[in-house]
């Protein structure tokens, strides 16, 4: 708090308004899922449009990048992180950012860090932009020394746009000069060995990057700066790794204390306490947010449901319940961030609800899954082979909804790979089968993914074992191509009852069909399938009126062919072990 509060209070003694985070989900931007930078909420007013508070802002960004996300575990990567940044729409620009820059860098009233452990980078410029000797000068004006200034490429000093298109511009970065030493004669921040730490990134906006991958000047000159709170803290705290700062500490030591495991004391646990301390650190951020984001099987819901998976999976290695998971959730919430994000504390109870409902979810799959991943890596052990193969993967997802990328992550611990490219093939091959056996509102329903975006807390319960009929609710409708709400009269489609007494064809044996009632329509049966997620499709036409999500109905199978399918089921059965026992 301390640290956010001297950013702000800088610059806002230097004529900027403070504003508040935006969302963590864009609300104006398809082209990316999350907010991943500072400046990402403000690209209209960098695009020209006049912001409400002005021409000098400056805030605490939430931001999500989760392109990294197998990299969580060591000590520095995170998916959730503060921006603390700037702007000039229109206003200042590389004259006045600069010194800004390093007043607060090595005031003794602000950061106060020794001048003589920083470096700084400028653009080398290109085709699309010229080398950027303003900015260097501008830091020779400071006292910087011209060994400690370096010109690199756009891949190291040029920063957006944060999608595909938009601002964009060339950048000047600030790094700690740590105490490692020198890797060559040409070591620089370009390097990876370690010797310099990012801990500031002044962005020139000039630019906007159009889809067809030109750059066109902008009509006004930005500027956006920008640190990550996580990382500065770390450095001013005497350590590199984050999740010893004040923002995890309270989280690690409650899962030492719940888990009987110290932190540093075993790589491969330390790395499951991270992971677990970073990801439901971000699940609660995005929950809780104002725009309650949910797990999902599709988009950004797709990667908030990945990480409180991966999550649980590593709670599991550190043998915790799924209240001690809880818990670190509510530490969060009540603790690490009341202050600075209150809607996090107003959101409590729907976060922590909608945490337990998917923990729930995914531990019956993750049980399941496991013990049948277990038996295919002693398999592949047993054969001497490194690969699982991309069949058993894809039955582990088919059979039990085992995640391709978490197979690929527990079979890297066994030092294993995964055929991701067989496994595709598997996926290919089983809708190839599906779409010959089937009909073509079949195809589209069943085969090509449309329930895919369906809710998966939607389930069928089957009763057709002791009845033939049955009262239900319409919970999902597709037509031919998409989800849809209603079926008129005349259209084909699949519907999905919450409960039902149609049997789906598995195990050898045809599925029912009959008819189903509601209120305002009638729906004939022609197929009954089973859908991935634990959905019976009931395949058919609307005959008359009009069939609708929410609609309560009657369910009647056909009783004849019912009947007639368990008797000649029952006598293929009798049939093959006769010839099992005279042959």
Same mark, same amino acid.
């Given at each position: 708090?301390?640290?956010?509060?001297?950013?702000?209070?800088?610059?806002?003694?230097?004529?900027?308004?403070?504003?508040?985070?935006?969302?963590?989900?864009?609300?104006?931007?398809?082209?990316?899922?999350?907010?991943?930078?500072?400046?990402?909420?403000?690209?209209?007013?960098?695009?020209?449009?006049?912001?409400?508070?002005?021409?000098?802002?400056?805030?605490? #960004?939430?931001?999500?990048?989760?392109?990294?996300?197998?990299?969580?575990?060591?000590?520095?990567?995170?998916?959730?992180?503060?921006?603390?940044?700037?702007?000039?729409?229109?206003?200042?620009?590389?004259? #006045?950012?600069?010194?800004?820059?390093?007043?607060?860098?090595?005031?003794?009233?602000?950061?106060?860090?020794?001048?003589?452990?920083?470096?700084?980078?400028?653009?080398?410029?290109?085709?699309?932009?010229?080398?950027?000797?303003?900015?260097?000068?501008?830091?020779?004006?400071?006292?910087?020394?011209?060994?400690?200034?370096?010109?690199?490429?756009?891949?190291?000093?040029?920063?957006?746009?944060?999608?595909?298109?938009?601002?964009?511009?060339?950048?000047?970065?600030?790094?700690?000069?740590?105490?490692?030493?020198?890797?060559?004669?040409?070591?620089?921040?370009?390097?990876?060995? +370690?010797?310099?730490?990012?801990?500031?990134?002044?962005?020139?906006?000039?630019?906007?990057?159009?889809?067809?991958?030109?750059?066109?000047?902008?009509?006004?000159?930005?500027?956006?700066?920008?640190?990550?709170? @996580?990382?500065?803290?770390?450095?001013?705290?005497?350590?590199?790794?984050?999740?010893?700062?004040?923002?995890?500490?309270?989280?690690?030591?409650?899962? @030492?204390?719940?888990?009987?495991?110290?932190?540093?004391?075993?790589?491969?646990?330390?790395?499951?306490?991270?992971?677990?301390?970073?990801?439901?650190?971000?699940?609660?951020?995005?929950i809780g947010d104002e725009a309650k984001l949910l797990p999902s099987n599709t988009g950004a819901g797709y990667i908030l449901r990945r990480l409180i998976r991966r999550a649980v999976r590593h709670g599991r290695t550190l043998n915790m319940t799924t209240e001690q998971l809880l818990h670190i959730a509510a530490i969060y919430?009540?603790?690490?961030?009341?202050?600075?994000?209150?809607?996090?504390?107003?959101?409590?109870?729907?976060?922590?609800?909608?945490?337990?409902?998917?923990?729930?979810?995914?531990?019956?799959?993750?049980?399941?899954?496991?013990?049948?991943?277990?038996?295919?890596?002693?398999?592949?052990?047993?054969?001497?082979?490194?690969?699982?193969?991309?069949?058993?993967?894809?039955?582990?997802?088919?059979?039990?909804?085992?995640?391709?990328?978490?197979?690929?992550?527990?079979?890297? @611990?066994?030092?294993?790979?995964?055929?991701? @490219? +067989?496994?595709?093939?598997?996926?290919?091959?089983?809708?190839?089968?599906?779409?010959?056996?089937?009909?073509?509102?079949?195809?589209?329903?069943?085969?090509?993914?449309?329930?895919?975006?369906?809710?998966?807390?939607?389930?069928?319960?089957?009763?057709?074992?002791?009845?033939?009929?049955?009262?239900?609710?319409?919970?999902?409708?597709?037509?031919?191509?998409?989800?849809?709400?209603?079926?008129?009269? +005349?259209?084909?489609?699949?519907?999905?009852?919450?409960?039902?007494?149609?049997?789906?064809?598995?195990?050898?044996?045809?599925?029912?069909?009959?008819?189903?009632?509601?209120?305002?329509?009638?729906?004939?049966?022609?197929?009954?399938?089973?859908?991935?997620?634990?959905?019976?499709?009931?395949?058919?036409?609307?005959?008359?009126?009009?069939?609708?999500?929410?609609?309560?109905?009657?369910?009647?199978?056909?009783?004849?062919?019912?009947?007639?399918?368990?008797?000649?089921?029952?006598?293929?059965?009798?049939?093959?072990?006769?010839?099992?026992?005279?042959?």
């Open positions: 708090s301390e640290l956010r509060s001297m950013f702000l209070k800088f610059f806002k003694d230097h004529g900027h308004a403070v504003i508040s985070s935006a969302s963590v989900i864009p609300e104006n931007d398809p082209t990316v899922l999350f907010t991943t930078a500072g400046m990402h909420p403000l690209v209209p007013y960098l695009m020209g449009a006049k912001h409400p508070a002005g021409k000098r802002l400056t805030d605490v #960004q939430k931001c999500v990048r989760t392109g990294d996300i197998d990299d969580v575990g060591d000590f520095s990567h995170l998916t959730f992180f503060e921006m603390l940044g700037n702007w000039s729409l229109g206003d200042y620009f590389k004259e #006045q950012m600069i010194p800004w820059s390093w007043e607060f860098l090595t005031s003794p009233e602000y950061l106060g860090l020794p001048k003589d452990r920083l470096a700084f980078s400028v653009f080398a410029g290109d085709a699309d932009c010229p080398r950027d000797e303003e900015s260097a000068q501008l830091w020779r004006n400071c006292g910087v020394a011209d060994d400690h200034i370096f010109f690199l490429p756009k891949e190291n000093n040029w920063w957006g746009p944060a999608g595909i298109t938009g601002p964009c511009g060339p950048d000047t970065e600030m790094f700690i000069i740590t105490d490692k030493e020198p890797c060559g004669p040409n070591c620089s921040p370009a390097c990876s060995c +370690g010797r310099y730490l990012e801990i500031w990134n002044d962005v020139f906006m000039q630019y906007n990057k159009k889809a067809d991958g030109t750059f066109e000047p902008l009509e006004q000159k930005n500027v956006d700066t920008g640190w990550g709170l @996580e990382r500065i803290l770390a450095f001013l705290n005497g350590t590199r790794d984050v999740y010893q700062t004040d923002l995890f500490a309270p989280v690690i030591a409650y899962i @030492e204390e719940a888990s009987g495991v110290k932190y540093n004391a075993d790589e491969k646990l330390t790395r499951s306490m991270r992971i677990l301390a970073d990801h439901l650190r971000t699940s609660v951020m995005l919430i009540d603790e690490i961030y009341a202050e600075s994000y209150p809607l996090m504390k107003k959101n409590r109870e729907f976060i922590l609800s909608e945490l337990q409902k998917e923990i729930a979810r995914f531990e019956s799959t993750l049980e399941n899954g496991m013990k049948e991943l277990h038996k295919i890596l002693e398999q592949k052990r047993s054969e001497g082979k490194k690969q699982i193969d991309g069949k058993s993967a894809f039955y582990l997802y088919d059979t039990f909804g085992f995640p391709l990328e978490l197979t690929v992550e527990l079979a890297q @611990e066994e030092n294993l790979t995964v055929d991701e @490219e +067989g496994f595709a093939a598997a996926m290919e091959e089983q809708k190839q089968k599906a779409r010959e056996g089937q009909n073509f509102s079949q195809k589209l329903t069943t085969a090509a993914g449309v329930f895919d975006g369906l809710d998966d807390k939607i389930t069928s319960k089957f009763v057709g074992y002791d009845a033939l009929t049955a009262e239900g609710k319409v919970v999902g409708l597709a037509s031919e191509t998409e989800l849809v709400n209603t079926l008129n009269e +005349g259209e084909t489609g699949t519907l999905i009852m919450d409960v039902t007494p149609f049997y789906a064809t598995m195990g050898g044996q045809k599925g029912d069909f009959g008819v189903i009632r509601t209120e305002n329509g009638t729906f004939e049966v022609t197929e009954t399938v089973k859908i991935a997620g634990g959905h019976i499709g009931h395949v058919g036409k609307v005959v008359s009126g009009t069939v609708t999500v929410g609609d309560k109905a009657e369910l009647a199978v056909d009783t004849d062919n019912r009947k007639s399918v368990c008797k000649n089921h029952s006598a293929t059965h009798l049939l093959q072990k006769a010839c099992l026992l005279y042959t």
